[in-house]
């Protein structure tokens, strides 16, 4: 295969592994070929953004990536097919940045994304739209900061995340957060 740079490892019900790497697209390895999945800039069906190291499989069989640059894609992997939800600072129902470094699906079936600059944000799958969730609104305290590293569930209505300054509790049924800071 073509990279060094990989970022993630997961396998699907088939029993494919699937790469996400820094610069290569993501690959899918079947224990005897590996088949890579990259931009192709006259094929609108390819992977939209090379930088693909970020992946996730959800509940309903599709491979969520997390591009650097490129916003949330999602690969269908019954049809094969991408579908990218890129950022866009005008349209406040995409996704809050560019750059997504993490994808997390809870109990409840529902997609978070954190980002490297935008906080975090909730896909809703019905209208495919995006949530920023993590801003401070009409009174309610926001994320501590913008760029999220990880996210956790540790009851059904409570997620964990870890941002570049703090820790972040969020109320999934409230969307408040609150904070633990270093001493």
Request: no cysteine; charged share 20%; aromatic share 14%.
């Given at each position: 295969?073509?990279?060094?740079?990989?970022?993630?490892?997961?396998?699907?019900?088939?029993?494919?592994?699937?790469?996400?790497?820094?610069?290569?697209?993501?690959?899918?390895?079947?224990?005897?070929?590996?088949?890579?999945?990259?931009?192709?800039?006259?094929?609108?069906?390819?992977?939209?953004?090379?930088?693909?190291?970020?992946?996730?499989?959800?509940?309903?069989?599709?491979?969520?990536?997390?591009?650097?640059?490129?916003?949330?894609?999602?690969?269908?992997?019954?049809s094969q097919t991408f579908?990218?939800?890129?950022?866009?600072?005008?349209?406040?129902?995409?996704?809050?940045?560019?750059?997504?470094?993490?994808?997390?699906?809870?109990?409840?079936?529902?997609?978070?994304?954190?980002?490297?600059?935008?906080?975090?944000?909730?896909?809703?799958?019905?209208?495919?739209?995006?949530?920023?969730?993590?801003?401070?609104?009409?009174?309610?305290?926001?994320?501590?900061?913008?760029?999220?590293?990880?996210?956790?569930?540790?009851?059904?209505?409570?997620?964990?995340?870890?941002?570049?300054?703090?820790?972040?509790?969020?109320?999934?049924?409230?969307?408040?957060?609150?904070?633990?800071?270093?001493?």
């Amino acid at each position: 295969f073509t990279s060094s740079i990989i970022f993630s490892i997961v396998q699907d019900d088939d029993g494919f592994l699937w790469f996400g790497t820094g610069y290569n697209g993501i690959f899918r390895y079947d224990g005897k070929n590996m088949v890579t999945f990259q931009r192709e800039p006259t094929n609108l069906n390819s992977l939209p953004n090379d930088n693909a190291g970020n992946l996730i499989l959800d509940s309903q069989d599709n491979l969520w990536i997390g591009s650097w640059g490129g916003g949330a894609i999602e690969f269908d992997l019954r049809s094969q097919t991408f579908t990218q939800y890129a950022y866009s600072p005008d349209e406040p129902d995409r996704v809050s940045a560019p750059k997504v470094q993490r994808i997390f699906e809870d109990t409840n079936n529902t997609l978070w994304f954190g980002t490297f600059s935008g906080g975090i944000n909730r896909f809703d799958r019905s209208s495919q739209k995006f949530e920023h969730v993590s801003e401070q609104k009409a009174g309610k305290i926001g994320i501590s900061n913008q760029r999220v590293w990880d996210i956790e569930q540790t009851t059904a209505d409570e997620l964990w995340i870890a941002t570049e300054f703090g820790l972040n509790k969020l109320d999934i049924s409230t969307l408040t957060f609150s904070h633990l800071f270093p001493e």
